[in-house]
């Protein structure tokens, strides 16, 4: 299996090239030349096997350069029963009105970023072996709270990499704070920097790009590396549970082998709603996708207007963060792949987007685009009343990211009459967004983002994931806050980790 870019697929690489370097030199996305199918051998062996097996079975078919048994072990160990609070790794919950909740916050960190974070630290160090790549990977991470904490929980302690996470001070939860400070490993950082988010990932794209500061890492023997979602090791990961849900619905009777099922995901980057399409792309049966937006909805216009995007609008802030984006990053793999793999016109659209901030996909990608999505939006307080009502209603508990989709499923249902079984991709833990949840339920707001957690176990019967009331015990041991001008001398940090 090939890798190409998005905007020159001249140049072919291998997995192991595409994930240890991350991002394609002229700035486009690594994206496969073809999609493997998935026979009926195939289906009748991942239907018998567990969420591990089937995880390897499925990126074997992608990352054609590594080995069964060497798939077989990382999945074996990202999603070791420990780590996964001893269930089912991505369990489906059947609901009213043929929703089915594909919980994907069963991991260490409580959020979705866990199922590819967990993976990618094995597939990189690996992917670094195999191009002979023998320098210490120190991963940097911008982040708005999500993904530091799972990258943090993935890569610490192992071996060949270092891990540097910079988070804005003032703009993450006091929850996500907490889990972050805490991190444990001899290999992890954790610096706060004055300003926002954005100021963060500038800082940190300023690192990456100081030609002196890379000099002086190589003669280390270090290398910059990244770990957010325009990594291809961190989307084929999440390719594997659709398919599990599906095998999972197949077994409990939803659904028969090969009858159809829509999915809908909480969308930000767009990087988990792009794996649920690669697993159509292979063979999944889906009708349609639906993809879920805050009221930072510039993919709900771009899919409601004909393929326009655009991102010159007001920002806001909102009670499902993860999603509060107006730049997409991975929707330029579904320009490519829906385009039937046009270089050429992914380059011109991402140009438009660089220098104008908008672009306009042609009628007859669009087209194909609009034969498999549909789209809505919701606000903050129909989030909130999402949560009451399934709580009230059906007594299950959802978080505020997850509450956006159910509530946009709704919609499309009531709008459309399509009855079709629908996967809802539940991605974060109601405790880990604690606050919004109790909230939306009445209950006590407290000072105390830990005392918080017992207030909602009072409120509904229902216990705290491990991971988040062990934060209670614990001492924080980063507490550097720094100027973005002060953000070069941080990497002196790597030498003494
Ligand atoms: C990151 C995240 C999302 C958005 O996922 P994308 O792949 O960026 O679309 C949704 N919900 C939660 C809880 C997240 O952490």
Redesign the pocket.
């Known amino acids: 299996m090939e890798y190409v870019s998005t905007r020159d697929k001249s140049r072919k690489v291998s997995a192991a090239y595409a994930i240890a370097n991350g991002i394609a030199p002229d700035g486009g996305l690594y994206c496969p030349t073809e999609f493997p199918s998935l026979t009926a051998e195939d289906w009748h062996a991942l239907a018998n096997l567990d969420y591990k097996g089937r995880s390897a079975r499925i990126l074997g078919k992608f990352l054609t350069d590594f080995s069964g048994e060497e798939l077989a072990d990382y999945a074996s160990k990202a999603y070791a029963d420990n780590k996964f609070g001893g269930k089912d790794t991505a369990p489906v919950v059947a609901l009213d009105g043929g929703k089915h909740m594909l919980e994907l916050?069963h991991g260490p960190t409580c959020?979705?970023?866990d199922m590819a974070l967990q993976m990618l630290p094995h597939l990189l160090t690996a992917s670094l072996r195999k191009t002979g790549e023998t320098r210490t990977a120190c991963i940097l991470v911008a982040t708005s709270?999500?993904?530091g904490k799972?990258a943090l929980d993935g890569f610490h302690d192992v071996e060949g990499t270092k891990i540097m996470v910079y988070y804005p001070v003032d703009g993450v939860s006091p929850m996500q704070k907490l889990q972050m400070v805490t991190q444990e490993g001899a290999n992890v950082e954790v610096v706060a920097i004055r300003g926002n988010f954005d100021d963060a990932q500038s800082a940190v794209k300023r690192i990456f790009t100081d030609e002196a500061t890379r000099a002086q890492l190589d003669r280390d023997g270090m290398m910059l590396s990244s770990a957010n979602?325009i990594n291809w090791g961190r989307l084929a990961p999440?390719i594997a549970y659709y398919v599990s849900a599906y095998c999972d619905m197949v077994k409990s009777g939803t659904v028969r082998m090969g009858e159809k099922v829509n999915i809908c995901?909480?969308?930000?980057?767009?990087?988990?709603?792009?794996?649920a399409y690669i697993a159509k792309r292979m063979g999944l049966p889906v009708n349609k996708f639906i993809c879920a937006s805050n009221r930072n909805n510039v993919l709900t216009d771009f899919f409601k207007k004909g393929g326009a995007y655009d991102k010159n609008r007001d920002f806001y802030t909102t009670t499902?963060p993860?999603?509060d984006?107006l730049i997409?990053s991975?929707l330029e793999r579904l320009l490519f792949i829906a385009s039937d793999f046009n270089d050429a016109l992914v380059r011109d659209l991402m140009q438009s987007l660089n220098t104008g901030g908008h672009y306009q996909t042609p009628e007859a990608v669009f087209t194909n685009i609009a034969a498999d999505f549909d789209a809505g939006c919701c606000d903050d307080a129909q989030a909130a009343d999402t949560i009451r009502a399934l709580w009230e209603k059906e007594h299950y508990l959802c978080?505020p990211?997850?509450a956006v989709a159910v509530r946009v499923y709704e919609d499309y249902r009531a709008r459309t009459g399509d009855t079709t079984p629908t996967v809802i991709?539940s991605?974060?833990s109601p405790f880990?967004?604690c606050r919004a949840v109790v909230e939306a339920l009445g209950g006590t707001l407290e000072k105390d983002d830990v005392t918080q957690l017992d207030v909602l176990t009072k409120l509904t019967g229902v216990a705290a994931p491990a991971p988040l009331a062990a934060l209670a015990g614990k001492t924080p041991r980063f507490d550097r806050v720094v100027d973005k001008s002060e953000i070069l001398q941080t990497v002196d940090l790597l030498k003494g980790m």
Do not use: C, E, Y
């Open positions: 916050w959020a979705f970023k709270g999500d993904t799972a979602s999440q995901v909480p969308t930000g980057n767009f990087g988990n709603i792009l794996a499902s993860s999603m984006i997409s991975n978080d990211h997850t991709a991605t974060a880990k967004f």
